[in-house]
T-cell receptor
Framework: GDSVTQMEGPVTLSEEAFLTINCTYT??????LFWYVQYPGEGLQLLLK?????DKGSNKGFEATYRKETTSFHLEKGSVQVSDSAVYFC???????????FGKGTRLSVIA | NAGVMQNPRHLVRRRGQEARLRCSPM?????VYWYRQLPEEGLKFMVY????????ESGMPKERFSAEFPKEGPSILRIQQVVRGDSAAYFC????????????FGPGTRLTVT
């Protein structure tokens, strides 16, 4: 079945450091790919998405590019802030009304 | 426009009791999804409902778990005779009828079974 694998955390960075969180997927067909963020005590919020190969999703300084050849959707940010501390989930949805398939999440801690 | 609402936020039940989790979707959303998040795990899909219909329950345990989304009122996830392994965070998401991929999540209900 479809699956998402993302790098294990926790990831600890200093403020203004560069962030990469790796995400790879296995899926039949042509899934849409998503990054969600979960702040402490809250539900998941959609951070960005890409629906086809070579699409780049971006939001709040975060970016991820849909790479079909490497089945990857790595999350990047050039300069992280303390307020970016959260758990980040990579997810895919294959087609139609199929449910989201999530990775296990990567906890990011940014220290001042 | 209020977001997806879930209550209670925290629920403690003894083994063998019943747990009822409620989810009110965003205004105008007619699709509801339930997910379960075990400690240190990602979210796992449980069930997808539209008003008065279960569309996909492939992620629901075969016993003790049920879900409904009535014509009026919130969606309910019901767990009968809870066991310790049911302790988890349960998240509800809703989406508009024409864009099912736009899932908006509630804050979750954290169920603890003692």
């Amino acid at each position: 079945g479809d699956s998402v694998t993302q790098m294990e955390g926790p990831v600890t960075l200093s403020e203004e450091a560069f962030l990469t969180i790796n995400c790879t997927y296995t899926a039949t067909g042509y899934p849409s790919l998503f990054w969600y963020v979960q702040y402490p005590g809250e539900g998941l919020q959609l951070l960005l998405k890409a629906t086809k190969a070579d699409d780049k999703g971006s939001n709040k300084g975060f970016e991820a590019t849909y790479r079909k050849e490497t089945t990857s959707f790595h999350l990047e940010k050039g300069s992280v802030q303390v307020s970016d501390s959260a758990v980040y989930f990579c997810a895919l949805r294959n087609s139609g009304n199929t449910p989201l398939v999530f990775g296990k999440g990567t906890r990011l801690s940014v220290i001042a | 426009n209020a977001g997806v609402m879930q209550n209670p936020r925290h629920l403690v039940r003894r083994r063998g009791q019943e747990a009822r989790l409620r989810c009110s979707p965003m205004k105008g959303h007619s699709h509801v999804y339930w997910y379960r998040q075990l400690p240190e795990e990602g979210l796992k899909f449980m069930v997808y409902l539209q008003k008065e219909n279960i569309i996909d329950e492939s992620g629901m345990p075969k016993e003790r778990f049920s879900a409904e989304f009535p014509k009026e009122g919130p969606s309910i996830l019901r767990i009968q005779q809870v066991v310790r392994g049911d302790s988890a965070a349960y998240f509800c998401a809703s989406s508009p009828p024409t864009r099912p991929y736009e899932q908006y999540f509630g804050p979750g209900t954290r169920l603890t079974v003692t």
